[in-house]
């Protein structure tokens, strides 16, 4: 090798450590070396003729390593020849000196003792890995065996290589190739994200719908609300009545009742159903509850049957609360109304409904058979639930005033309580109008006894005709017609059948008593009477009686 030409100096600065690969082989594992690796020709592929000059022995200081011998000159390279005939053994053993050869290559080499024979042109170079100047590189074949990541790194290269090397050979991708992958790493993870978030929400979802959640159950429940209504409104009427809305326990003859009523007046005049109070008229016991809970023992100031009403009065009691009295004249089907009492005994009791009908005409009682308790009410009818024990309440406007008193129910024939036999409401009840039972209790007040409308007149109840016919003989064998009463003086005589009063279609006796104990004695009525099948109208002022 001609000293005048300078070698190569490594790209890398001499390892002051001699750590391998670059230094000196450390005391662990020997030095890998640093070469391509060495490919045999395939058959029929040129190779170096015997008569090529053998190459020049390396300089003292150059170290192998196991690398491929450097060539005779820079920049020669070995001109194809034709394939020869191997040499003998002897010949090619002597071919070249000794100390042509670098140490560990065998020696007898085919190609007359030319190492470069069996190698790579990329093999023949500078003993560092670097090709001479001017030699053509041969790649090796498809059959060639991949060396590691350090067979393919020679830190002695003079090209660079087109990436930077991971440690396993792999290029390092650059910013932007690592930008676009943590990208679409942060965009799939959020969709696997949402995804896994979406059934897990959906499977809790699930779970809480049929199990009623996870833990204790906890019901949703509305805060605290102002608890004044309106005026007009079910609870607003209920809260200005209920004071004075009382319970009547009756005990007497044998027999126990409950009934209600209402304060008329602050004396403590108490109006309910006469009905409620008649067991105890012959020496009974009545005690009166307010809605309070306050008792207090009550009598009776006077009653009567024929419009089912008493008034009884308690002492002792102070703060009473009168309730208004409204007017049954003013009241129109369709209106709303509502019911107090207390229904099989219980107290203060509300309910709510409409007018169903006006003057409708009812008979209640009639028990002992003689028609003295038989009561006769011009009523106002109401889908508002009445019951036993509601007998006696009042039942009251929109303003709160009363309008009527309930008295009677109409029930299914298969109604009946099980246990106290006594029927239920259908939606059937029936309150005396307030008009006319003011001016009962304010007779029975003043005088203990009510006075009765009378035409004076006695009636065939028998009579199966459409209207209500005179008798042919009055009661305890007097005359039908009596003797200077309205009737008389009007001009009626026995047989005539009155078939309407005040131009409103009569159709029966008992609803003729009806009409006329709608009205106050001294009231003038206009009748419709059939005699001898000619109609004719009979004007007449109504008498009064103290009897039923």
């Not at 942060?186 to 949402?194: C, E, M």
């Not at 004044?228 to 004071?243: C, E, K, Q, Y």
């Not at 239920?424 to 009765?452: C, D, M, T, Y």
């Not at 209207?467 to 009626?492: H, L, N, Q, S, Y």
Request: net charge negative; charged share 15%.
């Amino acid at each position: 090798m001609d000293p005048s030409v300078e070698r190569p100096r490594p790209l890398h600065d001499p390892d002051p450590y001699s750590t391998p690969p670059y230094g000196e082989p450390g005391p662990w594992a020997p030095a890998p070396p640093v070469q391509h690796p060495a490919v045999t020709p395939a058959h029929g592929t040129p190779a170096l003729s015997s008569g090529t000059p053998a190459p020049a022995a390396a300089p003292a200081d150059a170290r192998s390593y196991g690398s491929a011998p450097l060539a005779a000159q820079r920049g020669a390279t070995a001109p194809p020849h034709p394939p020869q005939p191997p040499a003998p053994a002897a010949a090619a053993q002597g071919a070249a000196p000794a100390d042509a050869m670098p140490a560990g290559v065998p020696q007898g080499a085919p190609g007359g003792g030319d190492p470069s024979h069996d190698l790579p042109a990329q093999a023949v170079g500078d003993g560092h890995g670097m090709p001479a100047p001017g030699a053509t590189e041969t790649h090796p074949g498809p059959g060639a065996a991949s060396a590691g990541p350090w067979g393919r790194y020679d830190p002695w290269a003079g090209g660079r290589v087109a990436a930077p090397l991971q440690q396993t050979g792999v290029g390092v991708l650059s910013v932007e190739q690592r930008h676009r992958r943590v990208t679409r790493a942060l965009v799939g993870g959020a969709v696997v994200l949402a995804l896994v978030s979406g059934a897990l929400g959906g499977l809790a979802g699930a779970y809480i719908e049929r199990n009623g959640g996870v833990g204790a159950v906890e019901l949703p429940q509305a805060g605290k609300e102002p608890t004044g209504r309106a005026p007009d409104s079910v609870a607003g009427i209920a809260a200005r009545a209920l004071p004075s809305v009382v319970t009547l326990h009756v005990s007497g003859s044998g027999e126990q009742g409950t009934g209600t009523g209402f304060v008329l007046d602050r004396l403590g005049h108490v109006l309910t159903n006469n009905h409620v109070v008649e067991n105890a008229a012959t020496g009974g016991d009545i005690s009166v509850t307010f809605s309070g809970g306050q008792s207090a023992k009550a009598r009776i100031i006077g009653r009567d049957t024929g419009y089912d009403l008493a008034v009884v009065q308690v002492r002792g009691v102070r703060g009473l609360t009168p309730i208004p009295l409204g007017n049954s004249d003013n009241v129109q089907v369709g209106d709303p109304v509502v019911a107090i009492g207390a229904p099989f005994d219980l107290a203060n009791t509300v309910t709510s409904g409409i007018i169903s009908a006006k003057e409708r005409p009812i008979t209640a009682g009639g028990e002992k058979g003689d028609g003295s308790d038989v009561s006769y009410v011009d009523a106002l009818q109401t889908d508002a639930p009445i019951n036993p024990g509601n007998s006696g309440g009042p039942l009251l406007d929109a303003r709160g005033r009363v309008v009527g008193i309930n008295s009677a129910i109409r029930s299914a024939d298969n109604g009946s309580d099980l246990q106290t036999g006594q029927a239920g409401s259908i939606g059937l009840g029936f309150a005396i109008p307030v008009n006319q039972a003011r001016r009962v209790a304010e007779e029975l007040i003043n005088h203990g006894k009510a006075s009765h409308p009378v035409i004076g007149v006695t009636l065939d109840m028998n009579y199966p005709g459409d209207g209500a016919r005179v008798g042919t003989k009055g009661r305890d064998g007097g005359p039908p017609v009596t003797p200077g009463g309205p009737g008389a003086e009007a001009g009626i005589r026995a047989g005539d059948v009155i078939t309407a009063v005040d131009g409103q279609r009569v159709h029966s006796g008992e609803e003729l008593i009806v009409k006329t104990r709608a009205h106050r004695p001294g009231d003038r009525l206009e009748l419709a009477v059939e005699r001898d099948g000619r109609a004719r109208k009979v004007s007449l002022v109504l008498g009064s009686s103290n009897s039923n």
